[in-house]
């Protein structure tokens, strides 16, 4: 059990680094949001150890370290979490493309959720770009699929 | 535990997820509102960016790597060559410095006699940006340096040229700055050429600043320079802020919208300087007061004070009066 849980919590730290690692200054308003991508990998996949819960404490972490106002982060996953956890049963059953738009549908969501809060607290309106990054995260989700379910499956989490 | 595994639960245990959910926005919401309005969870913040340190450190490890890499493979003319120029800058800013220390003491003798307060010195530190990225909707940076070296929140934050911004959090090990075109950032300035004052807004752009509160007849022209006031008790005044870009006025505005070009690289900076304000001693006016109606010598006192200044500006550090000294 507990093995599991630091193999998912890796995974999320990986994620967490991809988010921080330096980029471009051109590539940076592109950076998909990893988080939430694995985030959701492992509610679809054992939506009964991973959920709103894990979800806050994620978006809370990921606040911290972006240095966004606390709680930005951690209302999109929890919400985006809430929803996953609904819609497991069928997101698992879908052919790849179909889970890329299910799963296109959610990342757009987190990131409209964040862009109410920025707009609430800050005034900036981030150009269309912003609307890039949740299409970026759909493209590459087939293979975080893939990789996170070999590694599921080779440290036998369930 | 083992046995148990095998079947897996369907149905969700204990509290539902729509309660959790519930609970979980309004944690959320309740956060927000603190951090925005309040600002009181910088403890919390500091605590969990203490614990998250290792991540950043990692993220941050391929860029201090290479430059380690970049840095022990150079080569040695290229050293001396770069040696060499420092060198030569290094005399060139003596020089100046030399200028500058004897205006200083003259502009510390003449405040002296207009019995007016001074800061007089600035103590500073280097500090290396850390190359993690962070929000990039938020104009901040991280740097290495925290609480342990003496970092503390709303420092002043300059690069070689001009104003960078403050400091937001601090952590023990590191601390992040907030940089003056972020829009939660207002700065007290005035232009340098007039002392007109006014403030200096962030438009998330890193390239410019906004000057919203000036009539329209104010007297500002493009190029104007930008300094500090020292009006908000946070920065040391007289530091370089920006130049003025652009005028709009139009003349049914109550307001005419200015922009400026802030001087500091804030994209391209790798180092930056804390800083560090020293109050002297100077202010001891109270005192004197107290004491001259015991005297009974009150206009006596300041022709008394005139051929001084030579001696009070030795005097600086000490803290006896010389007027006292004369009067008893």
């Known amino acids: 059990m507990s093995e599991g849980r630091l193999v998912i919590i890796a995974t999320l730290c990986v994620a967490m680094l991809l988010?921080?690692?330096?980029?471009?200054?051109?590539a940076q308003p592109f950076r998909p949001q990893w988080v939430t991508l694995v985030l959701l990998y492992w509610v679809i996949a054992l939506p009964h150890r991973v959920g709103v819960g894990s979800g806050f404490v994620v978006g809370i972490v990921l606040d911290v370290l972006t240095g966004t106002l606390l709680g930005q982060n951690a209302l999109g996953l929890s919400v985006v979490t809430f929803i996953a956890i609904q819609l497991h049963r069928r997101i698992r059953v879908f052919p790849f493309w179909q889970q890329s738009l299910g799963i296109l549908m959610l990342l757009v969501i987190e990131h409209l959720l964040a862009l109410w809060v920025t707009g609430a607290t800050r005034g900036v309106a981030p150009g269309?770009?912003?609307?890039?990054?949740?299409?970026?995260?759909?493209?590459?989700?087939?293979?975080?699929?893939?990789?996170?379910?070999?590694?599921?499956?080779?440290?036998?989490i369930s | 535990m083992r046995g148990t595994l095998t079947i897996k639960p369907i149905f969700a245990q204990g509290p539902s997820q729509t309660t959790r959910l519930v609970v979980a926005v309004t944690l959320s919401l309740a956060l927000l509102v603190i951090d925005h309005r309040f600002h009181h969870l910088q403890q919390l913040r500091s605590t969990l960016a203490f614990l998250t340190y290792p991540l950043q450190y990692l993220a941050d490890l391929p860029y201090t790597a290479s430059r380690w890499l970049s840095e022990i493979t150079s080569n040695r003319d290229d050293l001396l060559e770069t040696n060499r120029e420092l060198h030569q800058e290094n005399l060139r800013l003596k020089v100046e410095l030399q200028k500058y220390e004897s205006l200083q003491a003259e502009n510390l003798r003449l405040r002296d006699l207009v019995d007016s307060s001074f800061k007089v010195g600035d103590r500073v530190l280097v500090a290396e940006l850390s190359s993690v990225d962070l929000d990039p909707y938020k104009q901040q940076v991280i740097i290495k340096k925290g609480a342990a070296s003496g970092v503390f929140e709303g420092q002043p934050v300059l690069d070689a040229r001009a104003v960078m911004g403050q400091v937001a959090h601090v952590t023990p090990l590191n601390a992040t700055v907030v940089l003056i075109t972020d829009t939660s950032h207002a700065l007290p300035v005035q232009v340098l050429r007039n002392g007109l004052r006014t403030i200096a807004i962030g438009t998330g752009r890193i390239d410019q600043l906004t000057l919203p509160y000036l009539p329209t007849n104010s007297d500002i022209v493009e190029g104007d320079l930008l300094v500090t006031s020292g009006l908000g008790g946070k920065f040391p005044p007289g530091y370089p802020v920006a130049t003025v870009t652009r005028i709009n006025r139009s003349p049914d505005a109550p307001f005419s919208s200015v922009f400026a070009e802030p001087r500091a690289h804030l994209d391209r900076t790798r180092e930056v300087l804390l800083v560090w304000t020293i109050p002297n001693q100077i202010s001891v006016s109270p005192p004197?007061?107290?004491?001259?109606?015991?005297?009974?010598?009150?206009?006596?006192?300041?022709?008394?004070?005139q051929p001084d200044p030579a001696n009070s500006s030795d005097q600086i550090p000490g803290t006896s009066d010389p007027n006292t000294v004369r009067d008893t």
């Open chain 1, 19 to 26: 988010t921080m690692l330096p980029m471009p200054d051109w």
């Open chain 1, 128 to 156: 269309l770009n912003y609307w890039a990054v949740p299409l970026i995260g759909a493209l590459l989700w087939p293979w975080i699929f893939v990789t996170l379910r070999k590694v599921r499956r080779q440290f036998r």
């Open chain 2, 288 to 305: 004197v007061d107290k004491e001259a109606p015991a005297d009974a010598e009150a206009p006596a006192s300041p022709p008394a004070t």
